[in-house]
């Protein structure tokens, strides 16, 4: 794999490291209590923030990496910037609940997560269509 690739890749795996540690290995007593203007609460905002950025910058490498070579495959896309990011935020709260004092697993932040997921698609799909015309792919 070239230098470029890697640069590509990069950018997901430091926000799902990021991630990893916000959820897991951060003390709950580290995090500030936030009012939350919205009817729900300010975490489940930020779960969705972390993920519109895990999954844009997962669709932004693969774009980047395929794109080139002409073999963009929209199953694969859906697999590595849809479901890895989903299945992570599930592992990253069975983790939770399993295995970190003071923390819980939350089915509203797993929701939270996978929106954040979907809000990326419209996006991705015009980057993908942008990119494309831009290199002279379909």
């Not at 490291?17 to 905002?45: A, G, Q």
């Not at 950025?53 to 990496?65: D, E, I, K, N, P």
């Not at 929209?74 to 983790?95: D, Q, R, T």
Request: one cysteine or more; hydrophobic letters at 50%.
């Amino acid at each position: 794999m070239d230098k470029r690739k890697y640069t590509y890749i990069a950018l997901p795996v430091f926000i799902a490291l990021v991630i990893l540690y916000l959820c897991c290995f951060l003390p709950p007593s580290d995090i500030p209590e936030v009012d939350s203007p919205f009817p729900f609460p300010f975490d489940k905002i930020v779960h969705f923030l972390m993920y519109v950025g895990f999954a844009g910058a997962s669709f932004f490498a693969y774009v980047h990496l395929i794109i080139k070579e002409k073999r963009f495959n929209y199953f694969s896309a859906i697999v590595w910037c849809f479901l890895v990011p989903v299945v992570f935020g599930g592992l990253i709260e069975i983790i939770q609940y399993n295995y970190c004092p003071g923390r819980s697993g939350d089915w509203l932040d797993l929701l939270a997560d996978t929106i954040g997921v979907l809000f990326v698609i419209p996006f991705a799909v015009f980057y993908k269509r942008f990119m494309g015309k831009r290199n002279g792919s379909r």
